[in-house]
């Protein structure tokens, strides 16, 4: 997809998504990074579920240390992976109590040495949290990429490349959520929405759904 295409894609997806934004609840960065820490192979809405009651007793490092890993466990225990993703919370505040004095840091590297943090949770964190323009790419965003051609890649490290290079700037910083907004609501896995997809006529897509 050549430069002036692209620039017009994302015009017209900025234009139909005004306030693209994460649909996982918090109401700080500490509750970002465990709600996307839980949101692994699970629905925002399931992950919303399970932190609304979570967060209402324990929205801190320390108080969710206290809480401990099986009392954890009862809260979110209606979300895949949760004895997995109950020890990673619970190292994880540790942690940011022992090195980083109880707050979420705003690197790369401090937050992908936090368990169960790897480079696409680091970027939602940077990006949500911090206002940095990085791309977290999930699969929504690997499939709108890759069919569009705005950002061809094999892999989701070759995408992110890919899209950290090609995106507009004046996009960079919303880039992330319009995409998996995009793949969510219309770009989806098995029949995209094409007759309603306001980006239609722009993607190179050969397999349009449009007849």
Do not use: W
């Amino acid at each position: 997809m050549n430069k002036s295409k692209r620039q017009a894609l994302f015009d017209k997806l900025a234009e139909a998504i005004p306030d693209p934004k994460t649909e996982l609840n918090y109401s700080s960065a500490f509750e970002l990074l465990i709600a996307v820490v839980l949101s692994a192979q699970a629905t925002d809405k399931g992950v919303n579920k399970a932190t609304a009651k979570l967060f209402a007793v324990a929205n801190t490092p320390e108080t969710l240390l206290a809480l401990g890993v099986e009392s954890l466990k009862s809260y979110i225990n209606s979300i895949g992976l949760y004895n997995s993703k109950a020890e990673h919370v619970i190292k994880l505040c540790d942690q940011l109590i022992r090195l980083h004095a109880g707050q979420v840091p705003e690197t790369r590297d401090e937050l992908e040495a936090l368990p169960g943090v790897g480079r696409k949770t680091a970027n939602v964190i940077l990006n949500t949290a911090f206002g940095q323009p990085t791309i977290a790419v999930d699969t929504h965003i690997f499939r709108v990429a890759n069919r569009t051609k705005i950002a061809i890649g094999k892999n989701v490290t070759i995408v992110e490349q890919n899209l950290d290079k090609t995106v507009p700037k004046v996009h960079k910083q919303n880039a992330h959520h319009l995409l998996i907004l995009h793949g969510r609501y219309t770009c989806i896995a098995r029949k995209p929405r094409c007759q309603s997809c306001v980006i239609e006529e722009l993607c190179e897509f050969e397999d349009k759904l449009i007849d």
